[in-house]
């Protein structure tokens, strides 16, 4: 399968970001939980050079426990700050704030020592599409969050969130395009939805993810078909379409529509809590 991304919208974004960068203190970046690494970026760490760096492991609902613990140590060895979080219903959202001063305890000292009292820290947050910005800023912004700034249409100032006293968001969260030279990144974001449906194939996409989760979450996959787990090779997409009463007219099985129910249980979390990569494997690559 093969990949395409748009260099002219990433030129753009990338333009808009480094703009951006030059007004904040700290940069909060959002990865999936369920792909932490393919979900990242490598160019923003260029990008927030001398910025705070916060990670925030969003849709951990979705994922394995144990590994998401595994990749917040990974990334907290490399100097980010991390915290978990569930931008959907909210969980971890509040803890956001202290990780953020945190990350910036260093600036907020200085600036004491400057006679600089209680300046809000200003933040941005980014991420690949889809992994949930929009959700968080409504998030964390809430119903009691007042927009700060100059009015769109007066001046083309920027906008700001006033989160609390502490912390201000730029309203617009910088967008980073997927990097997927290796094709199994490219498969992964594929899974989690990062990458558009209509170039995908959605049946060559649930074989690739059959065969991974054979290997690391079985029983997911035979408890939400009801496929016996002994048996073996059992649990194949045809085998899926049957207990799912895929059919097409004539009585033949619908490999597709059986393979779209795969992807779409996926990535809807049916399939239980699972993580497509783990950090030991991402070390010794
Ligand atoms: P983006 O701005 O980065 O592009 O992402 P956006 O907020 O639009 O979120 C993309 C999808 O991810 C949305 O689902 C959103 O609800 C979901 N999402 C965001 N954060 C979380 C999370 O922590 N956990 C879970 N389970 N889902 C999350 P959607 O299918 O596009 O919309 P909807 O079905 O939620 O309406």
Same mark, same amino acid.
């Given at each position: ?12 974004? #990338?333009?808009?970001?480094? &703009? ?5 203190? !700290? ?12 979900? #990242?970026?490598? =160019? ?9 760096? !916060? ?8 994922? =394995?426990?144990?590994?998401? /613990? ?15 979080? %569930? ?25 004491? #020592? ?23 800023? %409504?998030?964390?912004?809430? #119903? ?9 249409? !007066?001046?083309?100032? $920027? ?19 997927? $990097?997927? /030279? ?21 049946? /060559? ?5 059959i065969r991974f989760l054979l290997v690391h979450y079985k029983s997911c996959l035979a408890s939400r078909?009801?496929i016996e787990e002994d048996e073996?090779?059992s649990i ?31 990535? %809807?979390?049916?399939l239980?809590?699972?993580?497509? /990569?783990?950090? &030991? !494997?991402?070390?010794?690559?």
């Open positions: 399968m093969h990949f395409q991304w748009y260099p002219g919208h990433m030129t753009k974004a #990338k333009r808009m970001m480094q &703009e951006d960068m030059k007004l904040i203190d !700290v940069v909060i970046e959002l990865v999936d939980a369920r792909i932490p690494l393919s979900s #990242k970026n490598p =160019d923003i760490d260029d990008m927030a050079k001398n910025k705070s760096r !916060v990670i925030l492991l969003n849709k951990y609902d979705l994922a =394995d426990e144990k590994h998401t /613990e595994s990749w917040k140590t990974y990334f907290e060895n490399k100097g980010y700050f991390v915290t978990l979080v %569930n931008s959907k219903n909210g969980n971890g959202v509040r803890k956001v704030n202290d990780v953020v001063q945190l990350a910036c305890k260093e600036k907020i000292e200085r600036d004491r #020592k400057r006679g600089i009292l209680n300046r809000p820290l200003r933040a941005m947050v980014v991420g690949i599409p889809n992994v949930g910005k929009s959700t968080f800023i %409504n998030s964390i912004a809430g #119903k009691a969050a007042t927009k700060t700034g100059n009015k769109p249409g !007066v001046t083309k100032g $920027k906008q700001w969130i006033k989160i609390n006293k502490n912390i201000e968001l730029l309203d617009t969260p910088g967008i980073l395009w997927p $990097k997927f /030279e290796d094709q199994s990144v490219g498969l992964k974001l594929a899974y989690i939805g990062s990458i558009r449906e209509e170039i995908l194939n959605i049946y /060559e996409l649930s074989l690739e993810l078909y009801e073996d090779n194949t997409l045809s085998r899926i379409a049957e207990k799912r009463g895929c059919r097409i007219k004539g009585g033949e099985l619908d490999l597709n529509k059986a393979a779209g129910f795969v992807v779409d249980d996926f990535r %809807n979390g049916r239980g809590n699972i993580t497509l /990569e783990f950090p &030991e !494997v991402s070390d010794a690559e």
